[in-house]
């Protein structure tokens, strides 16, 4: 269904007819722009309260600025529906997420006005910082360059890596904080009490409103008054916030904080500022969810509600029929308070996902043993390191993508150390709409090349609960378990714990011509493309690796021996995964074999619906199928049925 937008919004197709309203306009503007963004949403899916939240930031920005020629940065790219629908693509938005559809995030092959695509969080000051020297290089010296980062991507190592360049550059930047103490659960850190400090400080607020005042009667002073204009005006924030202001030790000039839903002020300042050289920092306080009085109210639980009634607020969820089997990374999130009940060396860690990990289900029974050390993947890990060398077990879990941040961490201080780091890696595979920044594609390849780890991946949630149990053993080592978004294949899940032999993996079944050796998840896959083969007169069969490393040799000399065709099936990259494990233990073997490798291809796979992507990459249960009936023989019955 086609949503039709309000009176002015449909006339804009881009900020160009923005531009053509009169400020009074704006507000109005904003109007029709928020409740758009709400009928779409709501009938489509997609995220929610962050793009809600800077409505009229958005509206002001395009206002204000001369975009695209000025460069604008989205951080993460949550919040920038808004910045679609004004920038030519209002009448695709319903496709947002959809597959073959627009991107949920700024990307730069979509639109000249998405200057850089984004997905994962800290990154646009970088990257405006970047644009900014570039500029100054071509001799373009009146062009902007805007950042707008929100106080949670604030936390991250990278955010102040570019400030603290930026400080010293004289580029003309203007970042813009985007202040709601959010990401997508509430924000923590001292970072988030320092901003709250100036957000709540009355005195402050009134010589903030003062300030451009005071210091045109100081701009007397003569031919040196800016320089003695900016020590004074430091000199007074710091003193009445009663600490040094963190902004302006990095020499940007602060400003702030505003109301970030006044967007007729918001246009004029962010007008004023364009004609400030240097860099600068707005900081703006909005509420995410603004508008729809729920998304206030629960901001993480509307971040990405799903399909929704937008009068009721009824959240749209089919109601089965029979059990249903859990999502994996709550069966991730129950196992660890069993397992941390058992064993008081537990603890557990994430990187700003309490409730998208189901961490926050430890957080709640036991809140001085589970830690959220906000958008910080690589403190998290070297974090934990420090924690299993005083003789605790950290699970660290962090989404597979989100991994990929802190490579380095893992190498150097997890596994040259040998520490008993347990790594959950939520979301591998490929994880839907969210698209390629968030697919868990590489962590099978750039994990099993590191010496002293265990890699591994549960077909199914006892064998999830089980690899866990294994990996708090004494002695264990720094242990990788990777599992993928959605839900499992057992509803009778809760099983008595199991320790599994590490590295060993298991057989299936017997059977004839062909074998199929799967790792994780996708081993499902595998047994009911094997249900419609037999079928048909045909008998692979089937070999659930469990551990990638390290590989259980047994096993493939098995398979190698009695098997002319090898079927490798994962939801990882072919280029160094298991497929390329499998052919390098041919190889080192002396055998020889039809290996087919069935998985991610080398490509970035755009978004889309999980079963639509796996059926793209053609390792699906159909690819399964269609794979085995072009090698293996029918015949009339399995002689090696087991």
């Not at 009445?240 to 400003?255: D, G, P, T």
């Not at 290996?595 to 796979?605: E, H, K, T």
């Not at 053609?618 to 399995?638: L, Q, W």
């Amino acid at each position: 269904m086609q949503v039709k937008a309000g009176p002015l919004l449909s006339k804009i197709n881009y900020p160009a007819d923005l531009k053509k309203y009169s400020e009074t306009d704006l507000e109005q503007i904003s109007q029709e722009l928020r409740q758009y963004i709400i009928d779409v949403v709501s009938v489509n899916g997609g995220h929610f309260g962050a793009s809600l939240g800077v409505v009229e930031l958005t509206v002001a920005l395009h206002y204000a600025l001369n975009t695209p020629y000025d460069k604008l940065v989205w951080d993460v790219g949550h919040q920038a529906y808004g910045h679609k629908i004004l920038t030519g693509r209002r009448d695709l938005f319903h496709t947002n997420r959809v597959y073959g559809g627009i991107s949920g995030f700024p990307k730069i092959s979509e639109s000249e006005y998405d200057t850089f695509g984004v997905g994962h969080s800290s990154t646009s000051i970088s990257a405006a910082l970047g644009m900014a020297v570039a500029s100054q290089l071509k001799g373009e010296t009146g062009r902007q360059h805007v950042a707008v980062i929100g106080d949670g991507a604030m936390t991250a190592g990278l955010a102040f890596e570019g400030l603290n360049h930026a400080g010293i550059e004289n580029s003309n930047v203007l970042v813009i904080l985007n202040d709601n103490c959010m990401s997508i659960d509430p924000n923590v850190g001292a970072l988030k009490e320092y901003l709250t400090s100036i957000t709540i400080s009355k005195s402050y607020n009134r010589f903030r409103d003062d300030i451009s005042q005071v210091l045109t009667g100081l701009s007397k002073l003569g031919p040196n008054a800016h320089k003695y204009v900016k020590k004074i005006e430091k000199s007074i924030k710091g003193t009445l916030l009663k600490q040094s202001n963190l902004f302006e030790a990095l020499n940007f000039r602060y400003f702030g904080p505003v109301d970030g839903h006044d967007v007729k002020r918001l246009a004029q300042v962010i007008k004023d500022l364009s004609a400030i050289p240097g860099p600068k920092l707005l900081h703006c306080i909005t509420v995410k969810g603004k508008g729809f009085a729920l998304a206030e109210k629960d901001q993480t639980k509307w971040h990405a509600p799903g399909l929704f009634d937008k009068i009721t607020g009824e959240i749209k969820k089919s109601v089965p029929d029979k059990p249903q089997p859990p999502k994996y990374q709550d069966v991730f999130g129950h196992t660890m308070v069993e397992l941390a009940e058992a064993n008081d060396k537990i603890v557990g860690i994430t990187p700003a996902m309490p409730s998208g990990s189901s961490l926050n289900i430890m957080m709640k029974a036991m809140p001085k043993r589970a830690f959220d050390v906000g958008i910080a993947e690589q403190h998290a890990v070297t974090f934990s390191a420090g924690l299993a060398a005083q003789g605790l077990v950290p699970f660290c879990n962090i989404y597979s993508s989100f991994m990929q941040r802190a490579y380095d961490q893992v190498i150097h201080d997890v596994a040259i150390q040998k520490l008993n780091v347990v790594f959950c890696l939520d979301r591998a595979g490929l994880a839907g709409a969210d698209g390629a920044t968030h697919h868990g594609a590489y962590d099978i390849a750039y994990m099993r090349c590191i010496p002293n780890l265990v890699v591994s991946s549960p077909m199914n949630e006892e064998e999830l609960r089980n690899l866990m149990f294994t990996a708090q053993q004494e002695n264990v080592g720094p242990f990788v378990i990777r599992y993928p978004r959605g839900n499992g294949v057992m509803p009778d899940w809760k099983r008595p714990f199991k320790a599994l032999e590490i590295g060993k993996g298991r057989k299936i079944c017997d059977g004839e011509d062909v074998a199929l050796l799967t790792i994780g998840h996708v081993g499902n896959f595998a047994v009911e493309a094997r249900a419609e083969l037999n079928s048909e007169g045909f008998y692979p069969a089937h070999y659930d690796l469990r551990f990638v490393k390290p590989l259980d040799e047994a096993l493939l000399h098995e398979v190698f021996t009695k098997y002319k065709h090898v079927i490798t099936v994962e939801d990882g990259s072919l280029l160094g995964g298991v497929g390329s494990a499998v052919l390098e233990f041919m190889a080192d073997h002396g055998y020889r074999a039809n290996v087919i490798r069935l998985g991610i291809p080398d490509q970035f796979i755009e978004h889309g619906e999980q079963a639509e992507l796996w059926a793209e990459c053609g390792y699906d249960k159909n690819a399964i199928v269609e794979t085995v009936r072009k090698i293996a023989v029918k015949r009339t019955t399995n002689t090696m049925a087991g």
